[in-house]
């Protein structure tokens, strides 16, 4: 079963083929995705790698978390599990709040 790392602290010269390149060493890597701001298109400082296996993603973490790329130190964790945006409940829950403008 496929294992989705979260990478953070990452340099803005990093690229995913770098990412790929250094978490091959612990295991098969199945996808690399840095995360990048919609409009400047600049690295946001952390990705996912997602690992083929269990086994890859333990090595990996217990490789490179803490250790160096691009003259960083990077943080490697399991990536928690992404949350459903629903509509009610929390912030700004899906509601509108404010004026409403012109005409309906």
């Keep these: 079963m496929n294992k989705n790392l979260y990478v953070g602290n990452l340099s803005n010269k990093v ?28 690295s946001k400082g952390f990705g996912f790698v997602e690992m083929e296996s269990e086994e890859g993603a333990k090595e990996a973490i217990t490789r490179f978390n803490n250790g160096q790329l691009d003259g960083q130190a990077i943080v490697v964790n399991e990536a928690r599990p992404k949350k459903e945006q629903g509509s009610g409940g929390g912030p ?10 012109g005409r309906y």
Excluded: M, Q, Y
């Design 15 to 42: 690229t995913e083929a770098d990412l790929k390149s250094n978490f091959s060493e612990a295991g098969s890597v199945v996808s690399v995705r840095i995360i990048k701001d919609k409009f400047s298109g600049h």
């Design 92 to 101: 700004g829950g899906g509601r509108f709040r404010g004026k409403p403008r």
